[in-house]
């Protein structure tokens, strides 16, 4: 009887097994299903040119977005709150690529728009470049100088952030509002005594002026800085399967990159027409990832303590969950979602 018992427990075994690949194997055939069944879908992005949206030229180049039926165009900006305020403001464009401050003082205005995903961060990206021959040699000597930032941006984030580490503050120097891409040229004018921003704005000025010219800054402590893709509300509401074919690519080239890093810092310096000694040179300084985490409202959270005082009339930290949307990237990648909603 024994005997009889194990036989039969062994059958059963062998049937849940072959009930499971037969589950399997129909999971797998609804998945291509649904693949085949992906319509074509037009596009749109807002992008910063530079190195943080790199799955996005790793997908552009390596046929991702073919692949998930999207036809992509980008728009180029030089930075993400630029991107992300022309896309407030014009329809055409579906996605934007942005950083988290523009994220918060936008947020102020209740603007209709929501993260759909995390696509990169960095801890040491942003920088302040200064002219030796105005005197400045470290931190100490900024005060009283001209300084240029990006309003609104993570530049200006990081510039209180770093000028609060030598106990001076933004009122004890004169803060101009100058876009990312003039960066450079202001401070080789000498129109700016010092700038602050990110690669590949930093290496361009010092490659003009010289490096023996300038004085590097560089933050004391770690600042992390976290890279969106954002799109309006309705849209990502209305065009969820889009959105999902999007993220899809950008997932792909997000596993490609940890796979052939050397292969996609080629295709990063070949897209940005940058300088490849840099891009490898700052390239282990970003993390490359398609996610929605816990972090994202820390950080949100911890800016806008910061913004509230430069925002008229703002009295309370907005609701940052309102501004997430997880339904694309889990319905893409479930282990890629780890934020309580």
């Not at 999971?27 to 074509?40: F, I, T």
């Not at 692949?67 to 996605?95: P, Q």
């Not at 401070?187 to 602050?196: C, P, V």
Request: one cysteine or more; aromatic letters at 8%.
């Amino acid at each position: 009887m024994e005997t009889i018992g194990r036989v039969a427990s062994s059958q059963k075994l062998t049937l849940m097994a072959i009930a499971l690949c037969a589950l399997l194997l129909s999971s797998c055939s609804e998945d291509n299903d649904s693949v085949q069944e992906e319509k074509v879908v037009d596009i749109t992005l807002a992008a910063e040119m530079s190195l943080l949206p790199a799955t996005v030229w790793v997908a552009e180049k390596k046929g991702f977005f073919k692949k998930h039926n999207v036809n992509l165009t980008t728009r180029e900006f030089d930075s993400g709150r630029n991107a992300l305020e022309t896309m407030l403001k014009d329809s055409t464009i579906n996605i934007a690529t942005v950083a988290q401050t523009p994220i918060v003082f936008n947020s102020f205005n209740n603007e209709p728009y929501v993260i759909v995903a995390t696509m990169a961060y960095s801890l040491d990206d942003i920088k302040v470049l200064a002219r030796k021959d105005r005197n400045i040699n470290g931190p100490l000597d900024l005060r009283g100088k001209k300084i240029g930032a990006t309003a609104r941006s993570t530049g200006h984030y990081f510039l209180r952030s770093f000028l609060t580490h030598y106990d001076l503050r933004l009122s004890d120097i004169e803060m101009v509002d100058v876009n990312a891409s003039e960066l450079g040229d202001a401070l080789i004018s000498g129109a700016l005594d010092a700038i602050t921003s990110w690669e590949p704005h930093i290496h361009n000025a010092e490659a003009i002026m010289g490096a023996e010219n300038l004085s590097l800054l560089i933050s004391p402590t770690p600042f992390r800085k976290d890279f969106y893709f954002t799109t309006d509300r309705k849209y990502a509401t209305e065009n969820r399967a889009a959105v999902q074919q999007f993220l899809a690519a950008v997932s792909e080239a997000e596993n490609y990159i940890r796979l052939n890093p050397q292969e996609a810092q080629g295709i990063v310096t070949e897209r940005l027409g940058a300088d490849a000694e840099l891009i490898a040179l700052v390239w282990d300084s970003f993390t490359f990832e398609i996610t929605l985490d816990q972090s994202i409202l820390v950080h949100l959270e911890d800016e806008a303590l910061w913004a509230m005082g430069l925002a008229e009339e703002q009295k309370e930290i907005p609701n940052y969950l309102d501004f997430i949307d997880i339904r694309p990237l889990l319905a893409v990648d479930p282990f890629a979602v780890n934020l309580i909603h």
